[in-house]
């Protein structure tokens, strides 16, 4: 009775244990099945965001390379300006130099229409500009004058070639003979 008893029990505790290991397996097996498919999911996942950060790096190569070519257009951008500035500045400063001189030039003319409207200031003008004429011309005879007198000098230093001159007058040709007396010196 003890062994039939045991095998009872036994049996009832293989039955259990079979009952136990096939929901154990069946359970195992579904989790085995669920840990595939979450596993295919997670592999599908990671192939997808593979994809998206290639296209994420591609992309941020392709704005990098931008970036670069809109910095260096930048810069040039900016030296254009600094150079466009530079000349503004030079222009503004020829522009104000001109409108200086045009000012001048307008009040010269006005001052010059003032003179000349008037008949009196017309003659003074008249007169001065006759005076400046013949200052130019008087100046111009001087230098002849001047340049004749060094060149009369120049000849006269280098003597007058053995011609006798008596009172400044040349005696080649003339009716009346000269006679030449050399005056010895006589001895103290």
């Known amino acids: 009775m003890a062994t039939s008893h045991v095998r009872t029990v036994v049996l009832w505790v293989l039955g259990v244990g079979l009952l136990v290991s096939g929901s154990?397996?069946?359970?195992?097996?579904?989790?085995?099945?669920?840990?595939?498919?979450?596993?295919?999911?997670?592999?599908?996942?990671?192939?997808?965001?593979?994809?998206e950060l290639a296209l994420v790096r591609q992309t941020l190569e392709d704005r990098t390379g931008e970036l670069a070519q809109l910095q260096a257009e930048l810069e040039e951008?900016?030296?254009?300006?600094?150079?466009?500035?530079?000349?503004?500045?030079?222009?503004?400063?020829a522009n104000l130099s001109l409108t200086e001189q045009l000012a001048a030039a307008v009040q010269a003319q006005h001052t010059l229409e003032a003179k000349l409207s008037?008949?009196?200031?017309?003659?003074?003008?008249?007169?001065?500009?006759?005076?400046?004429?013949?200052?130019?011309?008087?100046?111009?005879?001087?230098?002849?004058?001047?340049?004749?007198r060094a060149a009369d000098e120049r000849k006269l230093t280098q003597g007058n070639r053995g011609?006798?001159?008596r009172n400044g007058a040349s005696t080649l040709g003339s009716p009346t003979r000269l006679q030449v007396r050399v005056h010895e010196p006589q001895p103290q």
């Open 24 to 51: 154990l397996a069946t359970k195992i097996e579904l989790d085995k099945r669920r840990i595939a498919a979450a596993l295919a999911q997670l592999e599908q996942e990671r192939d997808h965001l593979s994809q």
């Open 77 to 93: 951008t900016e030296q254009s300006v600094a150079q466009l500035r530079l000349e503004q500045a030079t222009l503004q400063h």
């Open 163 to 165: 011609f006798v001159v």
């Open 118 to 148: 008037s008949l009196q200031e017309l003659k003074a003008a008249i007169r001065v500009v006759k005076h400046q004429l013949w200052q130019q011309r008087w100046q111009a005879w001087r230098q002849r004058v001047e340049a004749r």
